[in-house]
């Protein structure tokens, strides 16, 4: 599969920022290579690691702001607002996952028909196109 458009979960684009090993190869590539697949992360990304930096579950090595303009400025990440779609979306989704944060990014990436970048296992009950 060769995505077009997709929408990274919180952890890839932390990890594509870090040089993080966990990130796949196949990852890596689609997010550093020259490519026409347009990149989205969720405005609840940036609420997530702002809620887990504030509560001490993440350090980060560089001030928040200058890691919310790198997602942009280096991994080309489009921001995805959250919209009403969204939500009402996520009020329909079955409780597989419980993370709030998770749940809202799959319910966009279902709403918006992205195909979603992420290593967590457990979204795949969800029937998306998961791309890792």
């Given at each position: 599969m060769n995505p077009s458009?997709?929408?990274l979960d919180t952890h890839v684009a932390l990890w594509a920022l870090t040089d993080d090993p966990r990130l796949t190869p196949r990852v890596r590539s689609m997010l550093t290579g020259p490519s026409v697949?347009?990149?989205f992360l969720s405005i609840a990304s940036a609420y997530e690691i702002g809620v887990k930096v504030s509560?001490?579950?993440l350090v980060l090595r560089r001030p928040i702001v200058e890691l919310f303009a790198a997602?942009?400025?280096?991994?080309?990440l489009a921001p995805l607002p959250v919209t009403h779609a969204h939500c009402a979306a996520l009020a329909e989704l079955p409780l597989h996952h419980r993370d709030p944060f998770d749940r809202l990014i799959l319910?966009?990436?279902?709403v918006e028909r992205l195909v979603?970048?992420?290593?967590?296992g457990d979204f795949g009950a969800y029937g998306l196109p998961i791309f890792w």
């Open positions: 458009r997709v929408l697949v347009e990149r509560i001490g579950k997602f942009a400025t280096t991994l080309g319910a966009q990436a279902q979603l970048v992420t290593a967590d």
